[in-house]
């Protein structure tokens, strides 16, 4: 008679700890799905941190000086779309009192999500005809819920959304996909529904279902040009532009919108390598493919028609000499503030172990000019304008995760270094990451970040765990510290835990030094 039993390790997390019969069944499995709670399953295991990259192949993976290694193949925007199976759903829909509180729900954490919308315009267009080619493509309204429903359990919200809406809406958001690509002026929408769904599927703890479906996100948004957007400045179309799958956007708030959609495909692209440590980018600015859109500006500024086209710095900007001299017709935006954050970190891990000096030096010097204009992690505002005061503002959580990038990227670039300058770099970053953690007050400072840093974590205790590890028959003051900082950031990663359960799997790794 044949085993029903699932292999070892298929079971949710759910299931597991309250040592229930679990079917496996996703993205809920039953006994959740009746149980009425969350279901989270344990990611694909991959090794956090690379081994030492062989010196030859790894220069310059970000668009520095050097040779710049070929970004994977890009598949085809009408390549075979590949739909996850279901059980059977629930039937009934959400009243449209539940829908709109839902969107509401999604859009006052959407910044969690790197998404960015004119709200106002969008509600509005909720109310437009279903063939009205303004009215958003149900694959993002089916995307926008399920986040919606996935984000009540943090939003402080009466009741949390039940385990049922967030299937339903999923596999109503995955089914109606495809079907947005049969009309070119619904791709954008395609687009941002994928990388919502794509987003879920990274909180959940799916990353193999998230990075085939972020894939999907950065296929079409290469083949619609958004990495090629030349200017922050909307103009009428003109017979000479180069043409692309999207019409010409039709105002300043269109234009706004896509160039934000694009830096959000680009951030969570750079957020799966760091979760996928083996796993390299895509969006690798390179002869290949080429990024000239500029960073990020407030949808705001582009809709009162603000921004200029000395705003048009990108990424290759980041490691100019000149760059922290460029006079701006406005500070940084945090969005901008996080996609270069994203990209200094990514390039340092794909620079980890190399051995030219030149490439770690000139990376070194863009993330000292990148720390010397972050905000403090108080600063209030859309930018990180207003200064705060210590113990008395409440932290920001974005400038949380992205003053921490610059000292985990400085973790990837150092760690292997045997001198004393890069053991002294080290330790610095490490320092300076448990100063952040150390500002982090009750429970509620932890529901409010964003899953992304525990994944800045993880790597920094996989980091200083390697470090303490071939040390064990060594002494000194520095590792000391450096095992007092592990201790701390493993507290923030347990504490977070309790939001983002998936974070907790990787805990009792990271525990073991000895």
């Known amino acids: ?23 496996a069944g996703k993205p809920v499995c039953s006994s959740c799905f009746k149980g009425n709670k969350e279901c989270v399953y344990e990611p694909t295991r991959r090794a956090l941190v690379p081994m030492p990259a062989d010196p030859s192949s790894s220069p310059s993976a970000q668009g520095s000086s ?12 009408n390549a075979p779309y590949e739909v996850l199976p279901h059980r059977p ?24 999500a790197c998404f960015e919308i004119d709200e106002e315009r969008f509600i509005a267009s909720l109310s437009y005809p279903l063939l009205d080619s303004r009215r958003p493509h149900p694959c993002l309204i089916y995307a926008i819920l399920l986040l919606g429903s996935y984000f009540t359990r943090f939003s402080g919200a009466r009741s949390p959304s039940p385990p049922e809406d967030e299937e339903r809406f999923l596999c109503e958001a995955r089914t109606e996909l495809p079907r947005s690509l049969e009309e070119t002026d619904r791709l954008h929408d395609f687009i941002r529904a994928s990388n919502l769904v794509a987003f879920y599927y990274l909180c959940k703890g799916l990353l193999s279902e998230a990075h085939q479906q972020l894939t999907q996100s950065i296929s079409v948004s290469t083949r619609c040009g958004l990495h090629q957007i030349p200017s922050p400045v909307w103009e009428p179309a003109s017979p000479r532009e180069e043409r692309h799958f999207l019409p010409h956007p039709i105002d300043n708030v269109e234009l706004g919108e896509r160039i934000l959609t694009f830096w959000q495909t680009y951030c969570l692209d750079k957020l799966m390598t760091l979760a996928l440590a083996q796993c390299p980018p895509q969006l690798v600015d390179g002869n290949q493919l080429r990024i000239v859109t500029p960073w990020p500006r407030l949808l705001q500024e582009y809709k009162h028609a603000s921004t200029l086209d000395l705003d048009a710095t990108t ?14 017709a406005g500070s940084e935006t945090i969005d901008a503030l996080h996609a270069q954050g994203l990209t200094l970190t990514s390039h340092a891990l794909a620079l980890s172990g190399t051995t030219s000096v030149e490439h770690i030096q000139h990376l070194d010097r863009a993330i000292q000019h990148f720390c010397a204009k972050l ?21 920001n959580p974005r400038l949380v995760y992205i003053n921490t990038l610059p000292h985990l990227a400085s973790l990837f670039l150092h760690q292997y270094g045997g001198d004393e300058t890069s053991r002294n770099k080290t330790l610095l970053a490490t320092q300076a990451m448990t100063n952040i953690v150390n500002e982090l007050g009750p429970q509620e400072d932890y529901e409010a970040l964003f899953i992304g840093i525990g994944y800045l974590w993880i790597n920094a205790c996989e980091i200083m765990r390697r470090i303490l590890r071939s040390n064990l028959n060594s002494w000194n003051p520095n590792l000391e510290l450096i095992r007092h900082h592990h201790y701390i950031l493993l507290n923030a990663l347990r504490r977070l835990s309790r939001v983002y359960l ?11 030094i000895a």
Do not use: W
């Not at 009934?92 to 954490?109: A, C, H, K, V, Y």
């Not at 998936?502 to 073991?512: A, D, T, Y």
């Open 1 to 23: 008679m044949a085993s029903n039993a699932l292999p070892r390790g298929s079971a949710c997390l759910t299931c597991r700890k309250k040592k229930q019969k679990c079917d």
């Open 66 to 77: 050097g040779g710049t290694p070929s970004p994977p193949h890009i598949p085809h925007i």
């Open 315 to 328: 990424v290759r900007h980041l490691y100019d000499s000149r760059y922290s001299q460029i006079q701006y």
């Open 89 to 112: 759903l629930p039937s009934g829909s959400p009243t449209p009192s539940l829908r709109l509180d839902l969107i509401q729900t999604f859009l006052r954490n959407k910044e969690k």
């Open 375 to 395: 905000p403090g992690i108080r600063n209030g505002g859309e930018m990180g304008q207003y200064p705060g005061q210590p113990l008395y503002t409440p932290l």
């Open 502 to 512: 998936v974070l907790g799997l990787f805990i009792e790794h990271l525990e073991f």
